[in-house]
Every structure is written in structure tokens, then in C-alpha cells.
């Protein structure tokens, strides 16, 4: 058995994205983040829709669409269709961010 709070590093000089389980149809990422953005002039334009979720900490997700902004605490989620361009703009500095994403078709 594993847990999604388990091995995570002291220092986290990038992001960690783990797959926890993978398919044709889904993907389960494990993202722990802490301080990390998405580079300013980059926006995630995806292939899949993604359902993601802030487990512990904080962070702020963009959205290019009428620049809407969209700030996230523990336990809230969101759907995010495929193509729908966004980008990471904070995430905590202090402690950990840790994110459960599901992509699928």
C-alpha cells in the first residue's frame, strides 16, 4: 500500500509529478509543488480534460480566458477541459502544495 503523503524530499528545487496510475483512457498524477509557477510566457494546452485537486496547501491557477483567476485551498477541485489554456501563477512558498490530477479523454 502507498500514500500520497508519503516520500515526499525536504528540499524541492523543481516540481515532483509522479504518475500513480496510467491507462489508455486515464492518468492519476501525484504533483507536489512548493513555491513552484507555471514560466510566465508558458500556458498548459492539453490533449485531456483534467480534474484536479488541492489536497494540502495553497495555490492559484490562471485561466486565459478572460484572465480569470482562480485561488485553491485544501480539498477544492476543478475540471479543467481539454484545450483550455491555464497556467499555475502561486503556489505556496512556505510549505508543500500537493495536488491529485486525473486526465482523461
Known amino acids: 500500500m502507498n500514500n500520497i503523503f508519503s516520500n515526499i524530499p525536504s528540499q524541492l528545487p523543481e516540481e515532483i509529478f509522479e504518475d500513480i496510475v496510467s491507462t489508455e483512457n486515464v492518468r492519476i498524477e501525484k504533483i507536489v509543488s512548493k513555491g513552484h509557477t507555471t514560466p510566465t510566457d508558458e500556458w498548459y494546452d492539453q490533449e485531456e480534460s483534467e480534474w484536479v485537486m488541492v489536497l494540502q496547501g495553497q495555490a492559484k491557477i490562471l485561466f486565459e480566458e478572460g484572465m480569470?483567476?482562480?485561488?485553491?485551498?485544501?480539498?477544492?477541485?476543478?475540471?479543467?477541459?481539454?484545450?483550455?489554456?491555464?497556467?499555475?501563477?502561486?503556489?505556496?512558498?512556505?510549505?508543500?502544495?500537493?495536488?491529485?490530477?486525473?486526465?482523461?479523454?
Not at 477541485?77 to 491529485?100: C, G, M, Y
Open 68 to 105: 480569470r483567476e482562480v485561488e485553491m485551498q485544501a480539498g477544492d477541485h476543478i475540471n479543467i477541459p481539454a484545450h483550455q489554456r491555464h497556467r499555475v501563477t502561486w503556489t505556496k512558498p512556505d510549505s508543500e502544495t500537493i495536488w491529485l490530477a486525473v486526465f482523461y479523454s
